[in-house]
């Protein structure tokens, strides 16, 4: 078939994109789902190193669209986090700040899953749902009205009632529509990694507080070959981050040691290494005319609270919940009330860790000072401290 008419076509099939057609599908709406690249069903790549943190809050979405059953790898949750500041190659300053998840119930407040494995269970199910036409991959094009959208992809023509841009950073949809975007520029890059360590993690997160950015170590489940396994995710000035990848396996490994610390014992790089250049952008507006924007394509932020893709599945949450109910996904209401839900708190947490990133990433000691003893204030302020672990949860 060559002609067909649609709820919902979605441009991108990254996590939040595929994430929200599955949401759709589940809710019993017609959903297009378009992507450059090609999506196997049975696809079962290698170990990368790379993985995802989902709070607490966002894994509704996954829990709706049917894709956290569909997890072929089981998520580690996040039982504490510690947060401490230091400098590179030293103990990290006793006046820290330490959550349990305890304090605030009996959920974790998130939990650490594979990168391989979301995509895993995103790819079967997208295969499997009757209600998703996955062209992919294809290039789309499309033309909206005030009445409809059509895009052709694939060979085929689809009429839709809204097109969502989930296809990142550099959307063309968002180009298309005219709707302007602030950059903020770190001069910073990440270091994305895995390591296998000695001892145990517990389920217990770390967030050292580096003059260069902040350096996060994850629990992650045990898998065949790793009894005991973690994420790294640390970011340094784009200078350093280009000589760290240069380095080979051991050296870097040892790099990793100085700000990792050694509350694991011996460790060892396992998979791949990735680097991103780092930037915050905002869009204008969320919304035009039968468009809506989720994700990287309205939004990206500083990953110090590891809060990027959260932010995204909240976006395909509330997009989701509003057309779930409506007769016309497209309609300016509907738009309107998706932007006023999450066009603020986006920009809220853009600010939030724009700011933690400045006042963190330096050397100056007076600042370093400072920010040492509003942490150890933090930890003696019990309700302070909830809120903060309800934030970090998404609730």
Request: one cysteine or more; aromatic letters at 4%; charged letters at 20%.
């Amino acid at each position: 078939m060559n002609h067909g008419s649609v709820d919902v076509a979605i441009i991108g099939a990254g996590p939040v994109g595929g994430a929200l057609a599955c949401r759709l599908a589940a809710a019993g709406k017609t959903v297009a789902l378009v992507d450059k690249a090609a999506l196997p069903p049975m696809e079962h790549p290698d170990f990368d190193g790379r993985a995802y943190a989902i709070a607490a809050g966002s894994r509704h979405l996954l829990d709706e669209a049917g894709l956290w059953e569909g997890l072929p790898y089981t998520p580690c949750p996040i039982l504490k986090i510690h947060v401490t500041d230091g400098k590179v190659g030293r103990p990290a300053s006793p006046l820290n700040l330490h959550f349990d998840h305890a304090a605030v119930g009996n959920d974790p407040f998130g939990w650490i899953i594979e990168a391989r494995a979301l995509r895993i269970a995103l790819n079967q199910r997208l295969h499997n749902d009757r209600n998703i036409m996955l062209l992919a991959p294809a290039e789309a094009r499309v033309t909206r009205t005030a009445d409809s959208v059509h895009v052709k992809a694939g060979g085929k023509e689809i009429t839709a009632k809204l097109v969502v841009a989930a296809d990142g950073r550099n959307s063309r949809l968002r180009a298309e529509a005219g709707i302007p975007v602030t950059n903020i520029p770190y001069r910073q890059s990440a270091v994305v990694c895995a390591i296998t360590h000695e001892k145990p993690h517990h389920g217990v997160a770390l967030e050292h507080f580096l003059p260069g950015g902040p350096f996060a170590q994850l629990p992650m489940s045990a898998t065949e070959d790793y009894e005991n396994l973690s994420a790294i995710v640390f970011t340094d000035s784009t200078g350093i981050v280009a000589r760290l990848g240069q380095l080979d396996g051991e050296k870097f490994t040892r790099e990793v040691e100085k700000r990792l610390g050694a509350h694991l014992g011996a460790i060892r790089l396992i998979g791949r290494r990735w680097t991103y250049p780092l930037s915050a952008m905002h869009a204008a507006r969320y919304t035009s005319t039968r468009l809506a924007l989720v994700g990287d394509s309205a939004h990206g932020i500083h990953p110090i609270a590891g809060q990027g893709l959260n932010l995204g599945l909240r976006d395909a949450l509330a997009l989701a919940d509003l057309i779930a109910v409506s007769d016309d996904p497209g309609s300016p209401a509907l738009l309107a009330a998706y932007q006023a839900a999450r066009r603020p708190a986006n920009l809220l947490m853009l600010a939030a860790t724009d700011s933690l990133d400045r006042l963190f990433s330096t050397n100056n000691p007076a600042i370093r000072l400072a920010r040492d003893v509003g942490l150890a204030a933090v930890n003696r302020m019990p309700n302070l401290k909830r809120r903060f672990m309800l934030a970090a949860m998404g609730r």
